[in-house]
């Protein structure tokens, strides 16, 4: 007969209860487990698998954290604290989380490589970053979050010709994504392409009219082709559109300022 103040046999019986989609009861058993044992690490990881699903996120990272006091090499436990740390806004807290499962992980799947590449791009890593990026694609060469975070990252590292080949190949996979093609008419008008990137910054601009990232750019872009008269009134809507502390209008009237006073 199974010790139930035992904290493995409480540990299954949640994990029973689980499978069975009894959660209060499988969280109750969990909790026991950890009074009988509080150094005992997996329930704190089920605790976190469960309030992750369910999408009880502050509760998820408190048991993350619990559990990786107690297991720090769980490089999985790491990566899901990392995607929990971004979907609340805390990057810098996705960033180390990131970067701890990168020391323990040996990323099997794209999506993975792809998300410790990005606590990597966050941290101003960006060789690594595109490194990471780079085993996504050897894993899945198809798989559009890595082409495009390796393109908008080649495009700060100055590899242009990599750039646009990367964000053009996501576009054509996926018309319909406005960063990738934000991002493609960016990496143009760096390149010395200012009229292919005019090009797709007003195509854009005819789907969303108000979209003030891409005004900015493409008031670069004409800046670029010499075409002074239209960048200035690319950055005059900017400093009318936006509010006064964004970062579209801070950038449109330093430009304004330089440029055009």
Not at 48 to 54: E, F, P, R, S, V
């Amino acid at each position: 007969m199974n010790d139930l103040t035992d904290p493995t046999n409480l540990t299954a019986s949640g994990n029973m209860l689980v499978r069975q989609e009894q959660f209060e009861e499988a969280e109750s058993a969990y909790w026991q487990a950890i009074a009988a044992d509080e150094d005992f690490a997996p329930p704190y990881r089920n605790l976190a698998l469960m309030y992750q699903l369910q999408g009880n996120a502050n509760d998820a990272i408190t048991m993350y954290q619990h559990y990786l006091e107690r297991v720090p090499e769980d490089g999985e436990a790491h990566h899901n604290l990392g995607l929990l740390y971004m979907e609340q806004g805390m990057t810098d807290e996705a960033t180390t989380a990131f970067s701890a499962a990168a020391n323990h992980l040996k990323p099997d799947d794209p999506e993975t490589a792809t998300n410790i590449g990005l606590g990597y791009y966050h941290r101003g890593e960006l060789e690594v970053a595109a490194t990471l990026y780079e085993h996504a694609l050897t894993l899945d060469a198809d798989y559009l979050p890595a082409q495009y975070h390796l393109g908008l990252t080649c495009i700060y590292l100055g590899h242009l010709d990599d750039a646009v080949a990367l964000l053009e190949s996501v576009i054509t996979a996926d018309p319909n994504f406005a960063n990738a093609a934000m991002n493609l008419g960016v990496a143009y008008n760096t390149a010395g392409r200012p009229q292919d990137a005019i090009a797709l910054f007003e195509a854009q601009l005819q789907h969303d009219p108000a979209n003030p990232a891409v005004v900015l750019n493409l008031g670069y872009a004409f800046l670029e082709a010499s075409d002074h008269r239209q960048a200035e009134g690319c950055f005059r809507w900017c400093v009318d559109a936006c509010s006064a502390d964004s970062v579209y209008a801070q950038k449109a009237r330093r430009e304004l300022e330089r440029a055009f006073v």
